[in-house]
T-cell receptor, first 116, second 116 residues
Framework: EPEVTQTPSHQVTQMGQEVILRCVPI?????FYWYRQILGQKVEFLVS????????KSEIFDDQFSVERPDGSNFTLKIRSTKLEDSAMYFC??????????????FGPGTRLTVT | AQSVAQPEDQVNVAEGNPLTVKCTYS??????LFWYVQYPNRGLQFLLK??????LVKGSYGFEAEFNKSQTSFHLKKPSALVSDSALYFC??????????????FGSGTRLQVQP
């Protein structure tokens, strides 16, 4: 069964450093997403991506964040200058996104980001 | 703004007994409702969804959920619980009232503990 994969599983970085979290969505999916979950809190939407551009973003997704689909398979989230409060589990997801349909999102296992 | 409430942090049930995990929601427009399950060190796994049609939807692993528009609820149920059902369950909602909006809003999660 196809699945969303994410690397690395755990990333430790120092405050102010740039990090790139990587995801490989399910191959025939058209919509891609990033969510995050701060320890003990809700899963929160960050951004959705469709047709090589951002479709929607939350207020969390400020200028420090960017997303990219550098090739036909990878989908990345970059945090330009990490802050302590960026420490969280980051989930990538993808969905079919067919016109007129609201298909479910399939989530990866997550990358735990720890900012020290 | 859309929101989801899961009023119980934890639900305890004996193996073989029926289980219910509660969820209420608030959206503008028609809701699209989802249940996800999270096992330790795993991503969110899709269980079932309500988009339109029958109010009772069936999903993976014998789970079902009932959409109740008047009570704005989407409770997750299973007739006979298994110890292996013990996990963290998330209810999520979205609405396409705003064009292209597919972001999911999650509840805070309910931990299901099934005792042998």
């Amino acid at each position: 069964e196809p699945e969303v994969t994410q690397t690395p599983s755990h990333q430790v970085t120092q405050m102010g450093q740039e990090v790139i979290l990587r995801c490989v969505p399910i191959s025939n999916h058209l919509y891609f997403y990033w969510y995050r979950q701060i320890l003990g809190q809700k899963v929160e939407f960050l951004v959705s991506f469709y047709n090589n551009e951002i479709s929607e973003k939350s207020e969390i997704f400020d200028d420090q964040f960017s997303v990219e689909r550098p090739d036909g398979s990878n989908f990345t989230l970059k945090i330009r200058s990490t802050k302590l409060e960026d420490s969280a589990m980051y989930f990538c997801a993808s969905s079919l996104g067919l016109a007129g349909e609201f298909s479910e999102q399939y989530f990866g296992p997550g990358t735990r980001l720890t900012v020290t | 703004a859309q929101s989801v409430a899961q009023p119980e942090d934890q639900v305890n049930v004996a193996e073989g007994n029926p289980l219910t995990v509660k969820c209420t929601y608030s959206v503008s427009g028609n809701p699209y409702l989802f249940w996800y399950v999270q096992y330790p060190n795993r991503g969110l796994q899709f269980l079932l969804k309500y988009i339109t049609g029958d109010n009772l939807v069936k999903g993976s692993y014998g789970f079902e959920a009932e959409f109740n528009k008047s009570q704005t609820s989407f409770h997750l149920k299973k007739p006979s619980a298994l110890v292996s059902d013990s996990a963290l369950y998330f209810c999520a909602v979205s609405s396409l009232k705003d064009t292209g909006r597919r972001a999911l809003t999650f509840g805070s999660g309910t931990r299901l503990q099934v005792q042998p």
